[in-house]
């Protein structure tokens, strides 16, 4: 099979979450574990770290990879999901997986998964780790897909576990309490090997203590043991900031970057402590400066457009938004455009019920199953006083904002990592 044939199959033939939703999920390893039996447990011969969390873990992984790329380190990624092409689920020093790898893995094995029926994501983690195996990364960071106890990346055994934060998502699989979703989470926490908790809670944090005793697991909590001072937006795509004797300036500057930093802090000062890496303070400054450049990390906070100001960003549940929103008051703009699509599977009504009234929506589906219908989110939305119109597509819902919008004005464009995906 070639590229596009290798898609298609892919695709077609596997089940996958971002587009299905829950029907893709297996609650359990068994597939996975009998990838990693085909292929000869790659995974066991690169060193890795392994990031779980409701929010954050994409950036704080793509913050932790840059690190090591500034240290020379020949750096494996994994993420998830991708936005605009497959293979930025899996990169090496930010470049991706080539094609021809990707359709010689697919085309050897699918005799073998024939047989398994993994699902997209449990293939793609196989494949991912072969990859890492045979270019022989010196390290991999692995950021996990949903949840941690069952998730497919959960039969590694890394030099550090993290676990950015707890909040609601994913409910239906994961639980409706913030102690069920921390249980899950915790799933990635293993005997004797150091664990970084970066935000936590009075609900998460005994799950955290219970589970990291029970493995003899060495547990630190960043948001105790820093505390990030002098955080200011020298513009809306800056971020400057003070943890312990750093100053740092990330380009990834959404207001909830400051926890995401405090929590790749307290990851190299754990290495640096347990490993003896010598992760010096020019590296950590340089990584974070460098971080979008080096692993070419797209949808946080991301400018699309200068006049009007166009923004788009991920962030999709009442947590992340609740930061986004406090980051588009700051602007001070004369009116806020926002093209809105989600996903069916979240929680709906709690963003929607936090979204300005005074702002004008553009409602729209990303091209993805999971997407809900634009009327449909047009009338929930009409139940809060969001009022606004119907677009067919995202892209014709952000041109029209685009239009609409005066050279003051601001466009946001979120609600969905599906909705960014086709924008950015």
Not at 190 to 213: L, Q, R, T
Request: net charge negative; aromatic share 10%.
């Amino acid at each position: 099979m070639n590229y596009s044939e290798t898609l298609d199959f892919l695709h077609q033939s596997l089940p996958m979450f971002h587009r299905v939703g829950t029907a893709a999920y297996k609650a359990n390893l068994n597939n996975t574990i009998l990838l990693m039996d085909l292929l000869g447990h790659p995974y066991r011969n690169f060193k890795s770290i392994h990031i779980a969390g409701t929010n954050g873990k994409g950036s704080t992984s793509h913050f932790i990879a840059s690190i090591f790329q500034e240290m020379g380190y020949k750096t494996g990624l994994y993420t998830s999901p991708h936005l605009k092409d497959f293979r930025e689920r899996i990169k090496i020093n930010g470049t991706m997986i080539p094609e021809d790898y990707v359709s010689e893995f697919v085309t050897n094995f699918k005799a073998d998964f024939d047989q398994i029926q993994p699902s997209f994501f449990e293939m793609t983690v196989a494949l991912a780790f072969k990859y890492f195996a045979e270019e022989k990364v010196d390290i991999a960071i692995i950021e996990t897909g949903l949840g941690g106890r069952l998730d497919s990346t959960n039969v590694i055994s890394p030099m550090l576990s993290v676990i950015t934060n707890i909040d609601y998502d994913h409910t239906q699989l994961l639980g409706n309490t913030l102690d069920k979703i921390a249980f899950e989470k915790a799933g990635i926490i293993k005997y004797k090997i150091p664990v970084i908790i970066g935000e936590s809670n009075e609900f998460s944090k005994p799950v955290f203590v219970e589970k990291s005793n029970l493995e003899n697991a060495p547990i630190s909590f960043a948001d105790q043991d820093y505390k990030p001072k002098n955080i200011q937006h020298n513009n809306p795509f800056e971020l400057s900031l003070e943890i312990r004797d750093l100053s740092l300036k990330s380009p990834l500057a959404g207001m909830y970057q400051v926890k995401n930093l405090t929590t790749v802090i307290a990851v190299v000062d754990k290495l640096n402590e347990v490993y003896h890496l010598d992760i010096s303070n020019d590296v950590v400054q340089k990584g974070i400066q460098n971080v979008i450049r080096n692993t070419q990390l797209l949808g946080r906070w991301q400018k699309i457009n200068d006049k009007p100001l166009a923004i788009a960003d991920i962030c999709h549940n009442p947590h992340g938004i609740n930061y986004i929103l406090n980051q588009l008051k700051q602007l001070n703009s004369n009116h806020l455009h926002f093209v809105l699509g989600m996903v069916n599977d979240k929680d709906i009504q709690s963003v929607l019920n936090m979204l300005p009234k005074d702002a004008t929506y553009y409602f729209c589906k990303a091209n993805i199953p999971r997407g809900i219908d634009a009327n449909e989110l047009k009338e929930k939305s009409k139940e809060f006083g969001l009022l606004g119109n119907v677009y067919p597509s995202v892209l014709e819902a952000y041109q029209c904002a685009l239009q609409q919008a005066k050279s003051n004005d601001i466009v946001f464009v979120g609600g969905s990592t599906f909705t960014v995906a086709e924008i950015v």
